[in-house]
């Protein structure tokens, strides 16, 4: 079953508000209750203190769910300590309601109970409308300015024939598949961090609440321009996924922000870039997109991706007249180093969860001399789902994914 949410901007009246209050009292009560007495089960939870919510004048079923949610968030903080990590506080800060029970979609119109006998309508827009066809709503979530709802479908996952590379760098990102490589322009990302940095750093009232206000917009407009920029990428991904019915492998990643803290010798400019690096915005939309289309997406171990020659699997040396690309001695190519790095994720993911059913390598080795992949370049901020210019490499690659090293 694949998940997903859909949202859209909705102001709700001043009664809906104050049931949003109380919802988010019970959750913190629940929370708090949970913490004195260390329990984060809704079973054990509920057969102890469900008869303490009756307090609360709000609905059974909102009860339920308030449980619910404070348990999670008292799990969540649980495996955060067993990992080390510093726990962030689990308490709710802003008010919310979530169900998911009464709650009815008919047509464009959705309907939840706020009392016994009156239920509150709420008009669908029509892009939420043409997104609840074919599809199981499960439960609805609702703040002071906005609503989203919860739907599943049945997903049978297709059988990969193909392979998709994803390397994330901090300018780019890149894909590689069987006949071309897509490079996809991120500087605009970048701008986007820089600029917002020095704005907030440009104010200069001695008002604490003020500018908590001023950074908590800018903050919130700066995340807003960037997940709608991964959007369009991550959407062309599993398109070319889909048509091509590839399996997406990325880098296993870990460790990232250890690497550049306070203390390392780096300096606050490049510890701020790198820090703010979206890396793993990428990968969560392009995971419940390829889920949602059928498409498998794993993990590789990113080392030396962007070491070895993906042709013959030589050591690579740095060309010292450019300086974004690596030479290959034995092959005598001269190649890009993402390039490298995603055709090189492209043959380990290839190479461990295709090969070993023997269809792909009889494929391929008779149509090697035929395969010269091209490298597209593309603004992400300029996305559409038009075909990408495509600029021919001077040296065309003479082979795909290490291919030569299996023969």
């Known amino acids: 079953m694949a998940v997903k949410s859909i949202k859209q901007d909705y102001v709700f009246p001043n009664d809906i508000t104050s049931m949003m209050e109380t919802f988010k009292e019970m959750v913190n009560f629940c929370i708090k209750i949970g913490l004195q007495e260390n329990i984060s089960t809704l079973k054990k939870f509920s057969s102890l203190h469900y008869k303490d919510l009756s307090q609360f004048d709000i609905q059974s079923k909102y009860k339920l769910t308030a449980m619910s949610q404070a348990m999670g968030r008292l799990a969540q903080r649980k495996r955060d300590m067993r990992k080390g990590n510093a726990p962030k506080s689990p308490y709710v800060s802003k008010p919310y309601l979530v169900s998911c029970y009464g709650f009815m979609i008919t047509g464009m119109l959705l309907s939840f109970p706020i009392s016994n006998d009156d239920k509150f309508l709420v008009k669908l827009n029509e892009y939420t409308t043409s997104q609840l066809e074919n599809v199981e709503p499960r439960s609805f979530t609702i703040t002071s300015n906005s609503l989203s709802i919860s739907v599943r479908k049945q997903v049978g996952q297709i059988i990969p024939e193909n392979i ?89 990643l870990k460790g990232i922000r250890k690497l550049y803290r306070k203390g390392n010798g780096q300096g606050n400019k490049y510890r701020r870039k790198l820090n703010s690096w979206s890396f793993y915005e990428l990968q969560r939309q392009i995971a419940y997109k390829a889920e949602w289309e059928g498409i498998p997406v794993d993990f590789v171990d990113p080392k030396r991706t962007s070491q070895l020659c993906p042709i013959c699997g030589g050591r690579l040396q740095e060309d010292r007249f450019h300086r974004r690309k690596l030479l290959c001695i034995n092959c005598k190519k001269s190649m890009d180093r993402d390039v490298i790095a995603s055709m090189n994720i492209a043959y380990k993911g290839w190479s461990r969860f295709c090969h070993p059913r023997g269809l792909l390598v009889e494929a391929m080795k008779g149509n090697v001399k035929y395969l010269q992949p091209l490298i597209l370049r593309v603004d992400g901020s300029k996305l559409v789902e038009a075909q990408a210019r495509a600029i021919k490499l001077t040296e065309p690659l003479t082979a795909y994914l290490g291919l030569r090293r299996l023969t």
């Open 164 to 252: 998709i590379g994803v390397d994330r760098n901090l300018r780019n990102i890149t894909i590689s598949t069987s006949n071309e490589s897509i490079m996809y322009n991120t500087n605009k990302l970048l701008l986007i961090k820089e600029n917002t940095s020095h704005v907030i750093s440009s104010f200069k009232r001695f008002d604490v609440r003020v500018k908590r206000h001023f950074q908590q917009r800018l903050g919130n407009r700066r995340s807003r321009r960037v997940q709608q920029h991964l959007h369009k990428i991550s959407k062309d991904v599993v398109e070319r996924a889909v048509e091509s019915k590839s399996m997406i492998i990325f880098e296993d």
